[in-house]
Structures are given as structure tokens and as C-alpha cells.
């Protein structure tokens, strides 16, 4: 072949090469950085201790026909109503490379979380804890309906700083999410502070990072926006104050409704075995697993919770997934889940970013915040 005749064939060959470059950088924008709405499953879940009628329970055949789905099994593709609301588990689950950068599971189906009842409403639990007016300090905030006390701590060996708020609250909606643009999609992202700012949180947390996956469950305050099959844990918070991690296969939409699911969220895995103690063995990769800054919730009772974020990558070392859950069972929490982390590790309290963000931290899809429900004086 001729010069003359090479020439054609490789500006055709470049030609090709950049169109193709263009076209998956398009393709990257528009399904993981440009903004773009998706459709939610739009079930509501009433809160079953604010009806009119005052049943502990709604019947969910009723939400669901007013949401418009008749056939639960159709949007969420697993039948087995088994785990349901006490499902839980020990080591094991779940191949956790499956789920690019979730946190994978440390849970398995066969495992049932052994608890005692208590049915004392959340309303009349650590009536101590509450003050008749709004009390406010540095570290601390009491009201008729929340009380938070955020402090930072070092590990025993002075490598670790952490951030730990302790939390009561007598209303269950006063444990709140928000999204991005207050927008169910992907490519929305704003920064912790400013959804704390425009939702009037006093505490707020980065949470799951929803929007950067289709996976999972999506529940934020009483809707469900997502419920699709995942490797991953879920955890669920419940009108009645109760939280459950399960792992994905277990999750039951009709199970959500029926027992009153105000939150649920996915990433992980679960840090607690269904006895609260600490877990060793972790079915996430070793990035995950290893040292990092950390987000995440732990649950000691009804109406008590607590939110922790580590710092990284900086003067304090981070810490794994072992660690991490260690210090759950030393807080003496009976669940713990963890959340997104890196970079995304951020707590803000009274309008303030208190920890030390990775890289200075970065936007989210959505956070986990305490806010007042009733004006107080």
C-alpha cells in the first residue's frame, strides 16, 4: 500500500477513535454526572400512631392501592417474606465485589435477630432526657422532643479521632433525610451543610449515597422511592423507633409497609451480629474493609441512636471495618450499619462541619439529619 493510500485509512481510523471517546464520555455524563430525574415507586407510608383511627398498624393492602401498585412482588423481584422485619445474621452474605463501591454484607438470611419486646411507645421513653424549653450549648441541644450531645473522641492509642453524637429523640420524625435539589435521581449533589442549612438540622450526616447506583432500597421520610434486588445489607428505620439491618434479599416491600418504614437505606455491611456483639469477617473488598474515614449509625434502643464519623487519610489513621464495629459493641449498641465514607465523611452540628473531611470533603445525594418537628421556644 502506498503512503498516499495509508494516509485515508488512518484519518478514517482517528476519526473513529475520537467519535468513539466523545460518545462514552457523553454517555458517562449523562448516566453518572448530569442531573437526570428518575421515577419512584411514590409508596407512602403513613405513620400507623398518627391515624385517625388509631390502630398500631395500617393495613398495606390499603397504601399500596392508594400509591397506585398492586403488585409488589412486580417492583421488587424476591418473594420470600421470611427475613421480613426480624431478619439478621452473623458472618457470611453476600459477595461484596458485586457492589462496586457499596459496602457489601456481613449478614445471612438464615440468622433471626433475637430481641425482647418492649412496647413502650418511643413518645414516653427517656422522659429525662428532655427539657419543657430549648437548651443549647456547644456540645449539646434538649428540647420538649430531641436531645443531642456531640463529642469528639480519640481512640486509647491516639490514631483515631472520631466525631460521636448521642441521640434521643420522642418523635421518630424528628430523624430525617434529604435529598440534593430535594430530588429522587442520580447526578444530584449538594454539600452536608447546605442540606442541614435549608432543612434546619441541628445534626446532619452524610448518608448512602443513593444516587450514585440504581441498587438497593430508597426510603426517605415515609416514601419509598427504590426497592431493587442487592447484595447489599439494608437498614430500615421504623415508625415505632425500632431499626433492623437485613440483608438485601430480605427485604419485603409489603414487610415495609405493614410494619411502618420511615427510613431505610443501602450500602453497609452491618457491623453488629444479631446479638450485638462485633464482627470480624466481612464479605466487602479489602478497600472497604481496610482503614478509612468512616460514616455511621448505631441503634441501642427505640427513641436512642447515635451517629459517628471517623476522620482519614490525615493525622488520624481512619479505621477498618473490624475496628469500627468494636467500637459499636464497646457504645453498646445493639445494630450498627455502616454508611458511605472517604471523602463523603462528614458531620455538621449547628450549622458547622466539626470533623476534619478527606480531601475537604465532597457533595452527596442525600444525609441523614436531627431536626426539630413542633416549634419550641
Known sequence: MSKAEKHPVLRRLCIDVVCTVIALIVFALFHHVLPRQQTSMGIVIENPYKTPSGTHWLDSSLVLAASGSSDVSATYTQSARSGGRNSGGRNGGRNGSENGSKGGSAL???????ETADDTPIADKFADRYTDTVQVTDNSYTSPDISVTVTEETTADGRITYYLADIYVRDITCFQSAMANNTYGTGYRDSISHMALINNALLAINGDYYGNTNEGVVIRNGVIYRANRTNCDVCVLYYDGTMRVMPGSSFSVEDAVRDGAWQAWTFGPALLDADGSALSAFSSTSRIISANPRTAIGYYESGHYCMIVVDGRGESAGISLPDLSRLFEDLGCVAAYNLDGGNS???????????????GGRTSSDALLIAEVNEHE
Do not use: C, K, L, Y
Open 108 to 114: 445471612t438470611e438464615e440468622t433471626v435477630v433475637s
Open 345 to 359: 465523611s462528614i458531620m455538621v452540628w449547628q450549622d458547622a462541619v466539626i470533623n476534619n473531611p478527606s480531601g
